[in-house]
């Protein structure tokens, strides 16, 4: 499936919910960094119908500076939800069908990595599965207009960057996936307490569609800065791009 880019209107609801911020310095980094999706988790209002959209921008023009702060410090915290909140089933997209999904051989795997990092060993999946594991149930916000709850578990990603002797100084994180897919975060999002390094869905091994035999979640982030099927990981201070970003999607991203 392609994504179709924003549709018009979608710009305008932006814009106009730009306008309604208060401070010039936060209308500045807003331009360009809001997306829908962001706005929706902001305002928790459906942008899918005008009374969700009149909504949405009337409380946007209500936050104050110290809650706009708050709202987009990189290391507030996303949601969580009860297990029975979980969607079930889970929605699969890519930029192709499920047909399409590739497989990935769970013996011969190797976790790449690679740039400002002191260690550049391959890393097993067996490897992965004895570092310290997490679980969290989250949002997950794709900007074509769905958003799905799972829960995901895996190990902390910045316990993966402080094993690998990763330059945290550095300023990009990107990934390499099986199926051609590439996505890059800054490293405060890398660091982040909830960016995971996946292994499992609903307590299960990472199935194939969801992005076998590792993910990376960014609950902080839109679907598009979740790669699956992850096979390279590179520590860099040269802006990576990505699949989306390339073709005029956000790099921040930020849900
Ligand atoms: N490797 C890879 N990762 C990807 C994509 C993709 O096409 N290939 N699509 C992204 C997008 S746009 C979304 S919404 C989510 C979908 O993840 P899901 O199939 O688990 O719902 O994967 C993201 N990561
Ligand atoms: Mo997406």
């Known amino acids: 499936m392609r994504k179709r ?28 960094s809001l997306t ?7 305002t928790g209002c459906d942008l899918t119908n005008s009374q969700g959209v009149e909504t949405a921008l009337e409380r946007i023009s209500r936050f104050n500076d110290k809650a706009q702060a708050w709202l987009f410090d990189p290391k507030r915290l996303a949601p969580t939800y009860a297990e029975s909140m979980m969607t079930r089933p889970f929605p699969f997209n890519a930029f192709y069908g499920l047909d399409r999904v590739p497989r990935v051989d769970a013996d011969s795997f190797r976790l790449e990595v690679s740039g400002l990092v002191a ?3 391959a890393w097993t999946l067996a490897e992965l599965r004895a570092l310290p594991q997490t679980d969290q149930v989250t949002r997950h916000i794709c900007v074509e207009g769905w ?10 990603f910045h316990v993966f960057l402080k094993r690998i002797g990763a ?15 590439h996505t890059s975060i800054d490293m ?5 307490p909830q960016t995971q390094l996946t292994l ?39 802006y990576p791009g990505g699949y989306w970003e390339d073709q005029g999607y956000n790099w921040f991203g930020g849900s």
């Open 147 to 156: 958003s799905a709850i799972g829960k995901w578990g895996g190990v902390p």
């Open 188 to 192: 405060p999002t890398a660091l982040h």
């Open 200 to 238: 499992t869905y609903d307590s299960e091994t990472l199935p194939a569609r969801y992005g076998f035999p590792m993910k990376i979640r960014i609950p902080t982030k839109l679907g598009y800065k979740n790669p699956k099927h992850v096979q390279a990981i590179f520590v860099t201070n040269s």
């Open 119 to 121: 260690d550049r060993h």
């Open 5 to 32: 880019l924003h549709h018009p209107d979608q710009d305008i609801i932006l814009k106009e919910a730009i306008g309604q911020i208060a401070s010039p310095a936060r209308r500045r980094f807003l331009t360009g």
């Open 36 to 42: 829908l999706g962001g706005l929706t988790l902001l």
């Open 167 to 181: 330059d945290l100084t550095a300023q990009y994180v990107g990934f390499k996936c099986a199926d051609g897919y």
